[in-house]
């Protein structure tokens, strides 16, 4: 009470008002300013639920990953604040799950809904504690201790792109498998956790949903990413009063969270060349998200009790200086080399077979099995067709034009002209003796008109 309002206009931006109290306000930040007012594009308040924050946090940024854009969501709060609570959700009810379960679910119902595409589904699972990477997904382990799990490092190829190597991808095919593999990781990020190591409060925690897609025949695959993050606690080493093995862990955050905030400077000024990510290895990680290619949302958590005022005032200025960077995002598409090779190979061969044709020159090599194969197939096919209307494509090659004409020839000959009428014969040709008793058969397809001997030019009945 007393402490903060909040001004949530849906027309506009909503605005925070954090109030010092006057026997806080000495030797505070700034001991002449009495409230400190932020606005953000949204402001959940104390009742929020947690669907109403998915619906307005992370449903905008899963559609966007699922049209082909990477996205981030990451929790940024002083320990304590709801970060873990945000975006993972609270083990007493099904109705508190955050944003990952519930993104899952919503990714995988869409997908279900899509039959216009092929999508494959990979997670993983990082924490960074200090300094070092761990995968949190690795399904062999049993470890007791966090350091137990595999080690994860950064790698920079010459382009620049990050590669984290010894982090494991793991398919999901539906929403349940990716939920076991939530599940995986949230239990070993909790059997990894020490009285000494409280894991969820000192580490970072990246989940990253994987989506590629590809429409049937096409060569075009759209691979987008949604990271969620969950960073560590903010708060100062000063307020936390520790020291030995805590005071190394408080550095490193602070050190990270720094370097994260120095990166977020570098880049709401514009005329800086120069972004220092590869200081630590969470900017390296999301260094796409932070003014890359990505649709990137910070959600700030506070827990606004007089003792937290300043890290609350600290907090949402972090969130202003992150809400002035600008990211770009693009369209992430590339071509599958295979289906391309597949597709080039035809394109050279339907040029060849032009020009071929074209030039008068024709190919004297005899049509290999799996070509005859090919015509067999499609003969068939053709012959069968009771449409009148359908065609025979086999492209501008001679050989296989010839080899056609010769196909169709011995198939008309091997129909018996007793066998006229009989069900089979019937399905594609009439067969029909020339008036003038010649005995010339005329096969001609059904519904073509009447036809004259060549010998006597009698007619023939249909
Ligand atoms: N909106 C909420 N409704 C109910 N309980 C909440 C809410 N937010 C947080 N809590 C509870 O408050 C406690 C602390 O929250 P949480 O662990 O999410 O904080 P945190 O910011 O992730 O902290 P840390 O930095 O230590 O990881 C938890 O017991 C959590 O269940």
Not at 223 to 247: M, P, Q
Request: glycine residues 6%.
């Amino acid at each position: 009470d007393n402490i903060y309002s909040v001004d949530d206009d849906e027309k506009s931006l909503s605005s925070l008002e954090i109030i010092v109290p006057r026997d806080l306000a000495d030797g505070f930040v700034n001991n002449k300013r009495e409230s400190y007012k932020f606005k953000f594009q949204k402001i959940f308040d104390q009742e929020a639920k947690q669907d109403v924050v998915f619906d307005s946090i992370a449903k905008p940024v899963a559609e966007c990953v699922l049209a082909g854009y990477n996205g981030t969501i990451f929790a940024y709060g002083q320990t304590g604040s709801g970060k873990t609570f945000t975006i993972t959700g609270g083990a007493e009810r099904y109705s508190d799950r955050g944003i990952i379960p519930r993104t899952l679910s919503y990714i995988f119902d869409q997908l279900q809904k899509d039959s216009s595409k092929v999508y494959t589904t990979h997670v993983s699972y990082l924490e960074i504690y200090n300094e070092c990477g761990y995968d949190l997904l690795d399904p062999r382990h049993e470890a007791s201790r966090l350091e137990d799990l595999p080690k994860v490092t950064i790698m920079e190829d010459p382009d620049q792109n990050i590669h984290l190597k010894n982090l494991s991808l793991q398919q999901a095919a539906n929403e349940e498998e990716a939920l076991n593999l939530l599940f995986l990781g949230d239990t070993n990020r909790m059997i990894a956790e020490t009285p000494m190591n409280q894991a969820s409060t000192r580490s970072h925690c990246i989940f990253t949903i994987h989506i590629s897609s590809k429409e049937p025949g096409s060569a075009t695959i759209q691979r987008s990413k949604l990271h969620l993050v969950d960073l560590a606690g903010s708060e100062r080493v000063a307020k936390t009063g520790v020291g030995g093995h805590l005071l190394t862990e408080a550095k490193y955050i602070n050190l990270s969270l720094h370097y994260l905030e120095q990166v977020i400077i570098a880049l709401a000024e514009k005329k800086r060349s120069h972004i220092p990510y590869r200081n630590s290895m969470m900017t390296s990680v999301l260094r796409d998200s932070l003014g890359g290619n990505c649709m990137t949302t910070m959600i700030a958590t506070l827990s606004i009790d007089k003792r937290n005022i300043d890290e609350s005032i600290a907090t949402c200025r972090f969130a202003q200086r992150v809400a002035l960077i600008k990211n770009e995002a693009v369209l992430n598409e590339e071509i599958d080399p295979r289906l391309m090779i597949v597709q080039l190979k035809k394109e050279i061969q339907e040029l060849k077979d032009e020009l071929a044709l074209v030039t008068g020159k024709q190919r004297t090599s005899e049509l290999s099995q799996e070509e005859l194969l090919q015509l067999d197939e499609l003969l068939e096919t053709f012959l069968e067709d009771n449409d009148p209307d359908s065609t025979l494509d086999v492209g501008a090659d001679m050989r296989k034009i010839k080899y056609c004409f010769i196909h169709v020839k011995v198939f008309l000959l091997n129909i018996d002209g007793s066998a006229a009428g009989t069900e089979n014969n019937l399905k594609t040709f009439t067969v029909e003796k020339c008036q003038k008793k010649c005995n010339t058969v005329e096969r001609h397809c059904k519904g073509v008109k009447q036809l004259n001997c060549e010998e006597h030019g009698g007619l023939i009945d249909k």
